[in-house]
């Protein structure tokens, strides 16, 4: 046939070490994606990340942002398929879950997908609950995006000199804007599953100079005001008080 289609593929798991390889689908394999079912034994460059187990409700964020990032260096795309660590739980519990590790995977330079559980026969949209919720989420998501250049962006991590105790940070660099997605990394059932993070501060490793910085909220798709900042590596950014997750946009001025 004339059309060419992009291959997306991984190695089979292996029953034998209950282990998701990805070592061959990187480096011996002809796919042009990998595609990764992310689960509780992922391993990559010699390394088994807990990704969380099937349908558990586990967040894993900082696990879940490594192996993105280990992904990413391997200079092939790849693709966090049909991400099931909560889609049973139709609900704001796994909604939350699902919100945080799509932005951790694509501020980290893959891509993602999620069953949204929701959608049934004669509800083919959702409900109405999960239209204000996941659906409502990723719809922000891809919007947010969409501002960016995203062809020419890359991950950042350097970028971040310190932030809130309890947070997992991912960074994007696009021309000359930052973004970085931080969001709480507390686990159901946690002392901090939930809570505000308050008063708390991100440190960036950039050059001195004036930035325009405004906040994004992943929950509401709303941004803040913009205000003028003068920074510098020893210069925190007070961040508001916020919940789950938080994007802070950083525009030299």
Known sequence: MPNKHLIFGSEAFSFTDHVQLTEKTFEEMDYDVVN??????????????????????????????????????????FNMDEDNAASCYKNERGWAVHRKRAWTTLFCGGHYDYIDFSITPYLETGTPASQKGIRAYMAHLATYLRRIGLAGARPALEIIASAPEGTVCSALIDGKAYHIYIA??????????????????????????????DFYSPVTGMFSPICLLKLCPVTPIRLPDFGDDLVIRVREA
Do not use: W
């Open 36 to 77: 990764i079912h992310p689960l509780s034994k992922t391993a990559i460059n010699g390394r088994v990340y807990d990704l969380g187990e099937f349908m558990s409700g586990e967040l894993r964020l900082k696990n879940y942002h490594d192996y993105c990032l280990q992904a990413y260096a391997r200079g092939k795309p």
């Open 184 to 213: 709480n990394a507390a686990e159901y059932g946690e002392p901090d599953y939930g809570r505000a993070i308050a008063n708390g501060a991100l440190t960036l490793a950039l050059s001195i100079g004036d930035y325009d910085v």
